[in-house]
């Protein structure tokens, strides 16, 4: 608001009240302060004056808070401080125009400095608002003391809201115990959401702070815990979200007997697991090594009609080569194929992982020429495992075709890769290594002290003279 603007809603007020108040007025909504402070206090004003001017409904709201802060803000200007009384009744107005964020603002425990159950007693004796206006405050307090950290502010002002008949706000209270799990005050969470549970016959308790609550007790490793507040918590029916938490953490933490436990009770809450709950367990199936229950859920997926991405035959391709089940990997890229799922470069990764760790090293080569064919480049993880392969076949020529394919790409093979080769042509072809170790030194690869590359590289102009 410009100062223009407010000068025009202030005519009723130049009229009602002395100058030096209606200066008072104007300068405490500019935004330049005043510099030079009178010697003596500002006597027009008065407290009775001040609570006149709050009230009035010819000063707009913004206008009487910002004057308000003006006051709190400049005590040496004025004889008096605003009391209690005259900052619940600044606090309630704003509140009446549904003005929360500026209540709360208001209502701060560093600018109203009183114990709540002072506070509390003020409001009650006040009769001059709303009831539903009166539990906006409450309401507000209790988030202002959880946004501050004082918890037990906020079970007071619980408890007195509930013996005083003062309506509670379920999403209020779910916010405070958000709070608290962000902040890692798991059992405070608990505890107050039993006071919610206690007390849910006023309507304080959902699906969403019984959620909060699963998620927090699971963040911190207490699965079972959490399964049995949902279990307990029979007034309230869980949800996939609730369900997800839980899952979740059992699969990271692979608590998989405590997992079957939590599927169980979805079955028995009649909770279907949705895209990503089946996300979470494929992926935590897979890394596992649990990978035929991983496929199971890749087709209840396609059975279900959800979308199975390529990432996740991917995980049960690698689970699968890495148990040593290639034919197992490769039957999955077929049925992936067969339903409609495009493989990628990473399915070609698995499968080829899975064949040279297998000694089935030509198949592997054979697979790089259908990987080009279908459009996908090779990346260092694929040469590494190429030439890992061929290493341990004892296809040394094919392992350093490989390389020069990788340097020609542009990828510089990892000392230890090119230890191992050189190693292996120094028993078989000296000539062969020391040209590995002038590619090596020249490429700024520091060899490993104690490996052949190194004695190379002190007889490299013995081996190549003539």
């Not at 802060?69 to 005590?75: C, D, T, V």
């Not at 906006?136 to 004082?150: A, E, H, K, Q, T």
């Amino acid at each position: 608001m410009t100062i223009q603007s407010f000068l025009k809603t202030l005519k009723t007020t130049k009229r009602t009240y002395p100058s030096s108040i209606y200066n008072l007025l104007i300068s405490s909504s500019s935004t330049t302060q005043i510099h030079d402070s009178p010697e003596n206090p500002i006597s027009d004003l008065s407290l009775p004056t001040l609570r006149r001017i709050l009230s009035d409904p010819d000063i707009k709201s913004r206008k009487c808070v910002s004057f308000f802060q003006f006051i709190l803000e400049n005590p040496s200007l004025f004889s008096f401080q605003p009391d209690l009384r005259t900052h619940l009744s600044l606090s309630l107005r704003v509140l009446s125009e549904r003005k929360f964020s500026v209540a709360r603002e208001l209502l701060n425990p560093d600018i109203l400095r009183y114990p709540f159950h002072v506070i509390a007693s003020s409001v009650f004796d006040e009769c001059g608002f709303e009831t539903k206006v009166v539990a906006r405050l409450f309401n507000s307090m209790i988030m202002v003391y959880s946004d501050s950290g004082r918890y037990d502010e906020v079970v007071e002002v619980f408890e007195c809201m509930k013996n005083n008949e003062v309506k509670i706000d379920e999403k209020t209270l779910t916010l405070h115990l958000m709070n608290l799990r962000r902040s890692g005050e798991v059992e405070l969470a608990y505890d107050f959401f039993r006071l919610m549970v206690a007390a849910s016959e006023l309507g304080v308790v959902s699906v969403y702070s019984l959620t909060v609550v699963v998620s927090a007790l699971c963040c911190h490793g207490e699965i079972k815990r959490a399964r049995e507040l949902v279990e307990e918590v029979e007034i309230i029916k869980p949800n996939i979200v609730t369900f997800r938490a839980m899952i979740d953490c059992c699969v990271k933490r692979w608590k998989f007997e405590e997992l079957d436990l939590v599927l169980e009770l979805m079955e028995k809450e009649r909770v279907s697991l949705d895209l990503d709950a089946y996300k979470i367990l494929i992926e935590g199936f897979a890394s596992y090594g649990k990978v035929e229950d991983a496929e199971r859920l890749v087709l209840r997926m396609h059975d279900e009609k959800l979308k199975v991405e390529t990432y996740l035959y991917n995980l049960i391709i690698n689970g699968y080569s890495r148990l040593g089940l290639v034919e197992k990997a490769f039957e999955i890229q077929s049925g992936m194929s067969s339903r409609g799922v495009v493989s990628n470069k990473d399915t070609y990764w698995g499968l080829m992982n899975g064949l040279c760790k297998a000694g089935k090293v030509c198949e592997a080569m054979r697979l790089l020429s259908e990987l080009r064919v279908n459009g996908f480049e090779m990346d260092e993880a694929m040469y590494t495992t190429l030439i890992d392969g061929c290493y341990g076949a004892g296809m040394m020529d094919n392992a350093l075709e490989v390389v020069a394919e990788m340097v020609r790409e542009g990828f510089i093979p990892d000392g230890t890769l090119f230890e191992k080769l050189a190693d292996a042509l120094f028993e078989v072809n000296r000539e062969e290594a020391a040209m590995m170790t002038t590619f090596v030194v020249k490429s700024g690869i520091k060899p490993n002290s104690c490996s052949n590359v190194v004695k190379g590289e002190e007889d490299l102009s013995a081996v190549l003279a003539p």
